[in-house]
């Protein structure tokens, strides 16, 4: 991202704040993540899958962002045409999961 495009976002956002909309940045930033995933909820889905097989966040996680059980997690990962973590497969997974956790 272009840094006019970083300072007009900054702006925007500091206006919303500044006129009442919002009572911080972070709630005007809360709004538009809801905003852009109902309109498209797909870009959830991948965001979540995406940080799942990454293992930013683990399938418990993954489901509860989706508002989904861990079963249904499971079939939107493999739909996704991702695979299923097992557990760590190193001693450096298993403490990112700790620290992840």
Known sequence: ???QEQSL???????LVKRGLYVDEWS???????ALFQIKPQAKVEMVVGAYQSGDI???R??????????EMRDIVRESGSEI??????V??????????
């Not at 005007?28 to 809801?34: E, G, I, K, Q, V």
Request: proline residues 2%; hydrophobic residues 50%; aromatic residues 2%.
């Open 92 to 101: 450096r997974e298993l403490l990112e999961d700790v620290r992840n956790a």
């Open 28 to 34: 005007a930033l809360r709004s538009a993540l809801r």
């Open 62 to 71: 993954a489901a509860a962002m989706l508002g989904v059980s861990q079963e």
């Open 58 to 60: 683990s399938l418990e």
């Open 9 to 15: 976002i900054g702006w925007q956002l500091k206006q």
């Open 85 to 90: 973590h097992l557990g760590p497969r190193t």
């Open 1 to 3: 991202m272009a840094i």
